[in-house]
Nanobody, 112 residues
Framework: QVQLVESGGGLVQAGGSLRLSCAAS????????MGWYRQAPGKQRELVAT???????SYVDSVKGRFTISRDNYKKMVYLQMNSLKPEDTAVYYC??????WGQGTQVTVSS
């Protein structure tokens, strides 16, 4: 079992940036895919970005060109750099290992 702890959320104005971090309790190379998901109030949780152990990356269309996912296997960390933030990016952001193990989430609020 792995524990995932997210950090880096907060309140930011539209157009601003935040960097989310996800710290894993053990080697993340044991997981084929690490990802970031988000859930806005009243909406279902949605996939934001994933990165495989080989470095293959995918994004939901709404964040392409603005968000960047990365991983540091040595530090057991996964990151989500979020630029040009929009109010519709407001949500709780979750880190996940193979969409089976989840962190507790970190709130991101983007004001207009």
């Amino acid at each position: 079992q792995v524990q995932l702890v997210e950090s880096g959320g907060g309140l930011v104005q539209a157009g601003g940036s935040l960097r989310l971090s996800c710290a894993a309790s053990r080697n993340i190379l044991t997981f084929d895919t690490m990802g970031w998901y988000r859930q806005a109030p009243g909406k279902q949780r949605e996939l934001v970005a994933t990165i495989t152990r080989y470095g293959t990356i995918s994004y939901v269309d709404s964040v392409k060109g603005r968000f960047t996912i990365s991983r540091d296997n040595y530090k057991k960390m996964v990151y989500l750099q979020m630029n040009s933030l929009k109010p519709e990016d407001t949500a709780v952001y979750y880190c996940a290992a193979e969409a089976r193990t989840w962190g507790q989430g970190t709130q991101v609020t983007v004001s207009s």
